[in-house]
């Protein structure tokens, strides 16, 4: 009896140190079947031209596909090799289901408004204007005049402009023409569009104090995983904290806002394959630019 109890407390540290090991090595297995999710998400491909692009043996490869595939992450089609499952597909229902524009953007424009002290929109396209989802106040005394739930110009605004970069020239003149009959029209249409490209070619937009007197913003695209813009954030103050170098360095800090917005919503900087019409609830006339926004 005794020496089978020796024994067993010599069994036991030996299983209690594997146990680490195995951890790792799960964690390691894990992670080579997310490694072969991207290279097949590039596109079909065969198990040797896989197993090469993962750096692996063709059997460690196939033992990874294998489990992949027989829970419906993979398809495998014989001569065509592998391609991604109907079970990712339903996830990523699930995701876009449950992901939710303010909720997902609120830590972002917290952080925001906290590092630049000034006030911070989330705005979408809503039947031609500018739909107001979430403001957060800045610290500094001054009244912006925006509300939640309020709707604005899209010419005019900063946020307008930014959830337009997409669409082209017709489109914006078409906008430009509807909307300002109603403004005070200092600005002409041939200045409009010439800040217009501008600033498709910077991914964002500018408000100088045409919505507004004495109010200057800094706006940017957010995209979704398509690459779609379908909100827009922006950075407001008084003119008098925003000069022209603070709003050109201010840009960069909503570029980025804006960018990880877009990517807590799954975009990877990638643009449409090919241009498209707006739609949903973002309605706005017009085709998309095939290349715009931030990179």
């Known amino acids: 009896m005794r020496s089978t109890r020796n024994a067993d407390r010599h069994e036991r540290p030996a299983a209690r140190g594997e146990e680490p090991e195995r951890a790792r090595l799960g964690s390691q297995t894990l992670l080579r079947g997310l490694d072969v999710i991207d290279v097949v998400a590039e596109g079909p491909i065969k198990l040797g031209d896989l197993a090469a ?19 419906r992450y993979l398809s495998f089609v014989p001569h065509s090799g592998y391609s991604l499952g109907p079970k990712l597909l339903e996830l ?33 396209l809503d039947h031609g204007h500018v739909l107001y989802l979430d403001k957060v106040p800045g610290k500094r005394r001054i009244n912006i005049s925006s509300r939640i739930g309020e709707l ?6 900063g946020l307008g402009k930014a959830l337009i970069l997409d669409l082209d ?37 500018f408000d100088l104090q045409e919505n507004e007197d004495q109010i200057r913003c800094i706006a ?76």
């Open 220 to 295: 940017a695209p957010i995209r979704d995983v398509a690459g779609r813009t379908i909100a827009a954030i922006s950075v407001s103050s008084a003119a008098q904290y925003m000069s022209d170098q603070r709003m050109q360095t201010l840009s960069k800090d909503v570029l980025t806002t804006a960018q990880r917005i877009s990517e807590d919503l799954g975009w990877t900087g990638r643009q449409p394959a090919a241009p498209t019409q707006a739609t949903g609830r973002s309605k706005a006339h017009g085709k998309r630019r095939g290349a715009a926004g931030p990179r």
């Open 169 to 205: 020239e017709d489109a914006w003149i078409e906008l430009f023409r509807t909307e300002r009959p109603e403004r005070r029209g200092e600005v002409s249409l041939q200045e409009w569009l010439e800040r217009m490209r501008r600033y498709v070619r910077s991914g964002y937009a």
């Open 152 to 157: 604005q110009p899209v010419s005019s605004t």
């Open 92 to 124: 990523g229902f699930r995701v876009r289901d449950e992901l939710d524009l303010p909720r997902v953007a609120a830590p972002h424009l917290e952080r925001l408004a906290l590092l630049t002290e000034d006030t911070v929109h989330l705005g979408v």
């Open 53 to 71: 692009r993962l750096g692996l043996t063709r059997s460690t490869t196939h033992r990874l596909a294998s489990a992949l595939t027989d829970r």
